[in-house]
Each structure stands twice: as structure tokens, then as C-alpha cells.
């Protein structure tokens, strides 16, 4: 099955190991590990490197994962968002990371907003959807709350992290952004 997902600017496909080095790239830069990384440094290449097969892993496992995000006009690679629910997590997360050269267009929110498109329509029961962030990562917010989420009020511990978990309800965010 091939999946492809577009939005006005952007094309969205599973990610893939064609994606690697701009993957491995992206979490290369401290501005992405001050929110990513488990200790807020960047990791060794080598386990960036392991995080990203994790990834495919994913895909493999749950049969959905993260989405490579594109420019549909250059075919440029910005980033990764998507659905994502590692075992112990708290519900099925839509996350985002954009290389930091393309911040600040409305990347992330154009992605999700496809991304959690899709996912509701693979899982018609999913009464809502997650992202959880830290309290001090403002973009990441801002990108939560204009997809419609809103700050649930609980916590998910993680590494030394305690971050927030946003949610939209299902129909609450379909109303809103269905297509
Ligand atoms: C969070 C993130 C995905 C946002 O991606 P994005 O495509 O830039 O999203 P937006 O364009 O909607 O911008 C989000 C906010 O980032 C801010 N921002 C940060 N750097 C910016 C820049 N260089 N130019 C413009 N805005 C910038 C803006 O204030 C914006 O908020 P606003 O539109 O309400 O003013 C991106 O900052 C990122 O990858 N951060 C590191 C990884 C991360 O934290 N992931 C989320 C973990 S929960």
C-alpha cells in the first residue's frame, strides 16, 4: 500500500530509509535535541542513527509511524510529523519536527493537520489524539493549539522530562479540520 498524504504546500509519505541522512541531520542540531534528545545534548551520529531504524521499526510494528514532510514544489525534505505510540505511551500521539532552517512558515501545523486527517480515518474508534510537549517548548505549543489542542492537564513522565499532554476530541477536531 503507498501512502502519499498532501496539503497545499506540503506532500507527506511514510518515512523511509532514503530519509536517513536528513533525519540523522536534523537531530543533529541543538535546537531540535533541546526538546528531542534525552538529556538535551546532541546524541553520537551512531545513535541518531539507531533512533531513525526505530522509527522504520514503527512503521512495522503499528503500521503507521512518522511522516517524511516534503515541499511539494522542490521535493526539499523539512521534516517529520505523524502519528506515534511507542509502547508506554500515553495515547496516540501526532508529533512534529521541522528542520530549524524552515521554521516559523506554518510547516508543522499544515503537516499535522493532514497527518491527524489520515490517522482518524485509519482508526475510526480513536476518540482523540495527543501531542505531548514540554512546558518550556513555546513553538511546539503554539503549533498544538492551532490544530486545536488544548492542554489536557495531564502529565507524562519521560526521561527527566515531565511534559503535558495536549488532546483534541475526535469530533470536536473533525468538525473543525476534517476533510
Ligand atoms: C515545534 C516545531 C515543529 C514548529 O514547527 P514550525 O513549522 O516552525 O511551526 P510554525 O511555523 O507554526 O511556528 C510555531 C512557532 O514557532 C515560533 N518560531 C520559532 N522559530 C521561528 C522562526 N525562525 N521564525 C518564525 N517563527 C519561529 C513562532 O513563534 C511560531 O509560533 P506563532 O506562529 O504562534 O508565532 C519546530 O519549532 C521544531 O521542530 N522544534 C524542535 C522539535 C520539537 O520541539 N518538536 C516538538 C516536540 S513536542
Known sequence: MT???????????PLAPENADAHIDMM??????????PDRKI??????????????????IRGFGWFSVEMKETGEWVGRVGPWMPEGWPGLECGWAISPDHWGKGYAPEAAIG?????F???PDLPRII???DPDNKNSQGVAK??????????????????EVWAAERNVWLEKFGT
Open 3 to 13: 501512502i502519499k498524504i498532501e496539503t497545499e504546500r506540503l506532500v507527506l509519505r
Open 28 to 37: 543533529g542540531d541543538q535546537r531540535i535535541a533541546d526538546f528531542l534528545s
Open 43 to 60: 546524541q553520537a551520529r551512531s545513535d541518531r542513527w539507531r533512533n531513525f531504524a526505530s522509527y522504520l521499526g514503527h512503521w512495522q
Open 115 to 119: 497527518a491527524i486527517n489520515w490517522t
Open 121 to 123: 480515518s485509519q482508526f
Open 131 to 133: 501531542s505531548v510537549i
Open 146 to 163: 492551532k490544530i486545536g489542542e488544548e492542554n489536557s492537564g495531564e502529565i507524562f513522565e519521560l526521561w527527566d522530562y515531565k511534559l
